[in-house]
């Protein structure tokens, strides 16, 4: 199909910024791994107890880059989820967990905000949780830094702050599924693309922002992540 063919022109590209680097990275697809730290999976009522990981989408579009996040709208409580984010570097499908690392192409750190409410709501109805995680800027993101750079991190602190106070704190090594367990799990399921993402999993103290509330990510040896919450 040509450009001519096209009705309207196509959506600009989701690109995330690296590190030392002119070039950009085109985003293909956003995972995110659900329940990957034991402590959080307490805090939710759930046993921590290491079961097959679950994951949802995030549309590309939802992705925030050096930006301020807009308060949604429609929720009430909206909550803050600092995670580590995996970049695919190359394409795969079936990757056994010995190769997963070398299809990672970087990292980032990034929130996974999620609307509480409307999530709530749609766990009690059975019903899909897109409403409450995959909605306008909830994916806010640092630019990626190469694992050339710096390896393939297993251990490092996470941590956010919410107007200067830590309420999140964990470290890598606490991950229930680690990344080449993830990389590969998720390539048994689908055809993993250079540009994808996998947010990973937060730790425990999860809790809400409110308009005005200023965050503050932050990643061993990835990096940090500054933004504020809007109107």
Known sequence: MTAASLL????????????????VMPVHRIYCIGRNYEAHAVEMGHDPSKEP???F???PDSLVVGGDFP??????????????VVAIGKSGSNIPVDKALDYVLGYAVGLDMTCRDLQTEAKKLGRPWEPG?????????????LAADIGHPSEGEIHLK???????KGDLNQLIWKVPELVSVMSNFYHLQPGDLIFTGTP??????????SL????????????????
């Open 8 to 23: 309207f022109p196509p959506s600009l590209q989701t690109v995330l910024p690296v590190r030392g680097c002119k070039e």
């Open 71 to 84: 308060y949604p709208p429609q929720s009430q409580d909206v909550h803050h989820e600092v995670e580590m």
């Open 216 to 231: 503050e990510c932050f990643l061993k040896p990835v990096g940090s992540l500054t933004l504020k919450v809007v109107g």
């Open 162 to 168: 919410v107007n200067g106070e830590i309420r999140q």
């Open 53 to 55: 990981p679950f994951f």
């Open 133 to 145: 995680k995959s909605f306008e800027y909830s994916a806010p993101c640092s630019e990626l830094v």
């Open 57 to 59: 989408q995030k549309n």
């Open 204 to 213: 425990a103290g999860i809790g809400p922002v409110h308009k005005g509330d």
